[in-house]
């Protein structure tokens, strides 16, 4: 199979044909570009850049440019150069055990080095129509390293062919041996096509594809998208992450089954968040084999030297086979960057990994070009540490066998904003960041970067009551503002006074909701927080007599406490229905941000906003008397306490239609200012006759 050469000249003579290549990596190296013309116009180019420097540096040149024609240029820059002679690839069918090659991989900066492979042999089917090459490899740093998480995609090659990636090992393997993915298997993604639609329903649309088409909201239902629970209470930050790792099969992390031959880890360099917010995305991610590293991060907007005094490539905006990928998660004030090789660039696409990096499909996460600063060797662990360059190209397929980039496309990010109040003389109170606009990692990012921010501005192991405002620009749709308010006993460093925001609620509906396709394009974070526990706890409720007259009101006393250990009672009237006549009810007794309220059965997106900002507040006493008849939620519509056989009569006869049951409940609400917690519950015996 052939592959696109990157050289786009070739002399007839083969030893011409070396020492061009040469020079064209040596003036890619120093910043000399070179027309893609005639063998006569490379000449004048040459000499136009020549005569534009000293002489001293024109001899210096010509004398670096004859090592290189000669093969002098040393193993890193030599073997890139003379990997970009290599035109063919070799089937698996030809690769038999004792072959021996060579790799390429960035161990330190940004060129690529040589390290030598010897085949052991091939797995077949090893997935669905892929088969796996198994190879010893040999370096130095491998040698101690073994298997090496951001080598995932260096390319391999045989008598001068390509066969594939590296990109699978074992975690505790004991020699340095790597699982391929044969190149034909990553080729064969390249040429997928791009389905503008599926951008849209992820919410996402990259720039250069044309002009953004405003919000489709006339299209009608779709089928229900799976996991999609967005409007309830109990949907969390996390929820999306971990229902597609169920549906993919990674429930649990890699690192749960030790012998398996698993894709070799994909380090996600994380700079500027706080070590307890590392750890909570850490759990995550590490199901995908994505594992965090605090690190050092550029924010992507400009190259940086080579720490060792080397030259990096000048122009760094550019992807090599063998050369370091990155693809930013979050950058900003909070950097996060998943980090990789490159196995073949082909026009503006390239591929990269050789695995998976969550088995997400067509998505569009941001790409950019990354420098190795070193490879950490560890027993349980080997990583490369690195950091993001300059942003390029967008991942548009995260498949089996490879990513796929296409570097002519700028990915969509969502700014995020968080405020941070009450926390005096604190050194940084505002934070400014984009996470990847994505149906799967936007919410989690957002917490992510949220919670670092107030962990790193406040701390403090104390009581804390928190109010948290949010507003989500939906495009279409205005900004979506909800309020939460809370108390938590260990201060901004605790992951629950975020995970439950009702804002991840609101991003759950934008991103998975069944009516129109959704953006997000701008995300919001006001907390104030206030040290001290001025809360106030639930402690008991009761009622004068257990037996109660239906269609009569009946005082229930709550007694609550205050922080201060001062116990008060609230009387609070509660409404007996005489459809409770000769039945016990139950009088639940909550703060007002734990109450579930059922809602219509939603007909479009702004129903599903509504009914997530509809709710009440966690400063709210509510009394929730559970009736004995039931209601129906219809589209739009929610009909409360119906006889058995009204359910029937008002379904309609539509199956996608057809409402769902719940229990009926009439409230009480008394506003007490003060976050409350705490709950309780009171059975009360319906008489079936009022007494006289």
Same mark, same amino acid.
């Given at each position: 199979?052939?592959?696109?050469?990157?050289?786009?000249?070739?002399?007839?003579?083969?030893?011409?044909?070396?020492?061009?290549?040469?020079?064209?990596?040596?003036?890619?190296?120093?910043?000399?570009?070179?027309?893609?013309?005639?063998?006569?116009?490379? =000449?004048?180019?040459?000499?136009?850049?020549?005569?534009?420097?000293?002489?001293?540096?024109?001899?210096?040149?010509?004398?670096?440019?004859?090592?290189?024609?000669?093969?002098?240029?040393?193993?890193?820059?030599?073997? #890139?150069?003379?990997?970009?002679?290599?035109?063919?690839?070799?089937?698996?069918?030809?690769?038999?055990? *004792? /072959?021996?090659?060579?790799?390429?991989?960035?161990?330190?900066?940004?060129?690529?080095? &040589?390290?030598? $492979?010897? @085949?052991?042999?091939?797995?077949?089917?090893?997935?669905?129509?892929?088969?796996?090459?198994?190879?010893?490899?040999?370096?130095?740093?491998?040698?101690?390293?073994?298997?090496?998480?951001?080598?995932?995609?260096?390319?391999?090659?045989?008598?001068?062919?390509?066969?594939?990636?590296?990109?699978?090992? #074992?975690?505790?393997?004991?020699?340095?041996?790597?699982?391929?993915?044969?190149?034909?298997?990553?080729?064969?993604?390249?040429?997928?096509?791009?389905?503008?639609?599926? #951008?849209?329903?992820?919410?996402?649309?990259?720039?250069?594809?044309?002009?953004?088409?405003?919000?489709?909201?006339?299209? *009608?239902?779709?089928?229900?998208?799976?996991?999609?629970?967005?409007?309830?209470?109990?949907?969390?930050?996390?929820?999306?992450?971990?229902?597609?790792?169920?549906?993919?099969?990674?429930?649990?992390?890699?690192?749960?089954?030790?012998?398996?031959?698993?894709?070799?880890?994909?380090?996600? /360099?994380?700079?500027? /968040? +706080?070590? =307890?917010?590392?750890?909570? %995305?850490?759990?995550?991610?590490?199901?995908?084999?994505?594992?965090?590293?605090?690190?050092?991060?550029?924010?992507?907007?400009?190259?940086?030297?080579?720490?060792?005094?080397?030259?990096?490539?000048?122009?760094?905006?550019?992807?090599?086979?063998?050369?370091?990928?990155?693809?930013?998660?979050?950058?900003?004030?909070?950097?996060? +960057?998943?980090?990789?090789? $490159?196995?073949?660039?082909?026009?503006?696409?390239?591929?990269?990994?050789?695995?998976?990096?969550?088995?997400?499909?067509?998505?569009?996460?941001?790409?950019?070009?990354?420098?190795?600063?070193?490879? %950490?060797?560890?027993?349980? &662990?080997?990583?490369?540490?690195?950091?993001?360059?300059?942003? %390029?190209?967008?991942?548009?397929?995260?498949?089996?066998?490879?990513? @796929?980039?296409?570097?002519?496309?700028?990915?969509?990010?969502?700014?995020?904003?968080?405020?941070?109040?009450?926390?005096?003389?604190?050194?940084?109170?505002?934070?400014?960041?984009?996470?990847?606009?994505?149906?799967?990692?936007?919410? =989690?990012?957002?917490?992510?970067?949220?919670?670092?921010?107030?962990?790193?501005?406040?701390?403090?192991?104390?009581?804390?009551? !928190?109010?948290?405002?949010?507003?989500?620009?939906?495009?279409?749709?205005?900004?979506?503002? +909800?309020?939460?308010?809370?108390?938590?006993?260990?201060?901004?460093?605790?992951?629950?006074?975020?995970?439950?925001?009702?804002?991840?609620?609101?991003?759950?509906?934008?991103?998975?909701?069944?009516?129109?396709?959704?953006?997000?394009?701008?995300?919001?974070?006001?907390?104030?927080?206030?040290?001290? &526990?001025?809360? $106030? +706890?639930?402690?008991?409720?009761?009622?004068?007599?257990?037996?109660?007259?239906?269609?009569?009101? $009946?005082?229930?006393?709550?007694?609550?406490?205050?922080?201060?250990?001062?116990?008060?009672?609230?009387?609070?009237?509660?409404?007996?229905? #005489?459809?409770?006549?000769?039945?016990?009810?139950?009088?639940?007794?909550?703060?007002?941000?734990?109450?579930?309220?059922?809602?219509?059965?939603?007909?479009?997106?702004?129903?599903?906003?509504?009914?997530?900002?509809?709710?009440?507040?966690?400063?709210?006493?509510?009394?929730?008397?559970?009736?004995?008849?039931?209601?129906?939620?219809? &589209? *739009?519509?929610?009909?409360?306490?119906?006889?058995?056989?009204?359910?029937?009569?008002?379904?309609?006869?539509?199956?996608?239609?057809?409402?769902?049951? !719940?229990?009926?409940?009439?409230?009480?609400?008394?506003?007490?200012?003060?976050?409350?917690? *705490?709950?309780?519950?009171?059975?009360?015996?319906?008489?079936?006759?009022?007494?006289?």
């Amino acid at each position: 199979m052939a592959i696109r050469r990157l050289a786009v000249y070739t002399p007839a003579s083969a030893l011409k044909s070396v020492v061009y290549l040469r020079i064209r990596a040596f003036a890619l190296v120093n910043g000399i570009a070179l027309p893609r013309a005639t063998h006569h116009s490379r =000449s004048r180019a040459f000499r136009a850049a020549l005569l534009a420097r000293s002489r001293a540096f024109r001899a210096a040149l010509l004398g670096s440019l004859l090592l290189l024609a000669l093969g002098w240029a040393g193993p890193g820059l030599g073997a #890139w150069a003379d990997a970009q002679l290599t035109t063919d690839t070799m089937p698996v069918s030809q690769i038999k055990p *004792g /072959m021996k090659g060579y790799g390429l991989s960035v161990f330190r900066g940004e060129q690529p080095e &040589r390290f030598e $492979v010897d @085949v052991i042999d091939v797995l077949h089917n090893f997935r669905p129509n892929q088969d796996l090459i198994l190879v010893n490899t040999h370096h130095p740093i491998l040698e101690h390293a073994k298997t090496v998480g951001g080598m995932s995609g260096s390319p391999i090659y045989l008598e001068g062919k390509m066969i594939g990636a590296y990109a699978y090992g #074992w975690q505790f393997g004991s020699d340095p041996i790597a699982g391929v993915t044969p190149i034909a298997s990553m080729l064969a993604e390249i040429n997928r096509p791009l389905d503008p639609r599926i #951008w849209k329903s992820l919410g996402t649309l990259p720039a250069l594809l044309g002009a953004r088409e405003p919000p489709n909201k006339d299209a *009608g239902p779709r089928a229900e998208r799976a996991g999609v629970r967005s409007t309830e209470r109990g949907y969390d930050a996390f929820a999306a992450l971990r229902e597609h790792a169920e549906r993919v099969g990674l429930a649990q992390t890699p690192a749960e089954s030790h012998s398996a031959l698993i894709p070799t880890a994909t380090p996600l /360099m994380v700079s500027g /968040m +706080t070590e =307890s917010a590392l750890r909570v %995305l850490g759990q995550q991610l590490e199901r995908f084999g994505i594992v965090p590293l605090e690190a050092g991060g550029a924010s992507g907007s400009a190259a940086r030297p080579a720490a060792d005094g080397g030259k990096p490539l000048a122009n760094t905006a550019r992807f090599i086979d063998g050369g370091s990928i990155g693809v930013q998660l979050i950058r900003g004030d909070v950097n996060a +960057t998943a980090i990789g090789t $490159v196995t073949h660039v082909t026009g503006d696409r390239l591929v990269a990994f050789g695995h998976p990096m969550m088995n997400a499909g067509q998505v569009g996460l941001a790409t950019c070009t990354a420098r190795v600063l070193h490879v %950490l060797a560890s027993e349980q &662990r080997s990583f490369k540490i690195a950091e993001a360059i300059t942003p %390029l190209g967008t991942l548009i397929h995260d498949r089996q066998a490879a990513i @796929v980039i296409d570097q002519k496309l700028k990915a969509d990010m969502v700014p995020v904003t968080v405020h941070i109040h009450g926390a005096p003389a604190a050194p940084h109170t505002e934070w400014h960041m984009e996470v990847a606009n994505s149906r799967l990692l936007t919410p =989690s990012l957002t917490f992510s970067a949220a919670f670092s921010a107030l962990s790193a501005t406040a701390a403090d192991n104390v009581d804390t009551v !928190f109010k948290i405002k949010s507003k989500v620009a939906i495009d279409g749709h205005g900004e979506i503002e +909800t309020e939460d308010v809370g108390y938590t006993p260990g201060g901004g460093g605790d992951p629950m006074t975020l995970a439950r925001l009702r804002l991840f609620a609101v991003l759950g509906a934008a991103y998975g909701n069944p009516f129109e396709d959704a953006r997000v394009s701008n995300i919001d974070i006001d907390i104030t927080i206030d040290f001290q &526990r001025d809360v $106030v +706890t639930i402690v008991d409720a009761m009622a004068a007599s257990e037996d109660v007259d239906p269609g009569k009101s $009946v005082n229930v006393y709550v007694t609550l406490r205050h922080f201060d250990a001062q116990e008060e009672v609230k009387i609070v009237p509660v409404q007996i229905p #005489w459809s409770a006549a000769g039945e016990s009810v139950e009088i639940a007794v909550e703060a007002g941000d734990d109450v579930h309220l059922d809602e219509p059965k939603a007909a479009s997106l702004d129903d599903m906003l509504n009914a997530v900002r509809h709710g009440y507040s966690g400063t709210s006493l509510v009394l929730s008397t559970k009736l004995p008849s039931q209601g129906v939620k219809l &589209r *739009g519509q929610l009909v409360r306490a119906l006889p058995g056989s009204a359910l029937d009569t008002l379904q309609p006869v539509n199956e996608a239609d057809r409402g769902a049951t !719940f229990s009926s409940f009439q409230r009480s609400e008394l506003p007490i200012g003060r976050v409350l917690t *705490g709950s309780a519950k009171i059975k009360l015996n319906v008489r079936q006759e009022p007494l006289r």
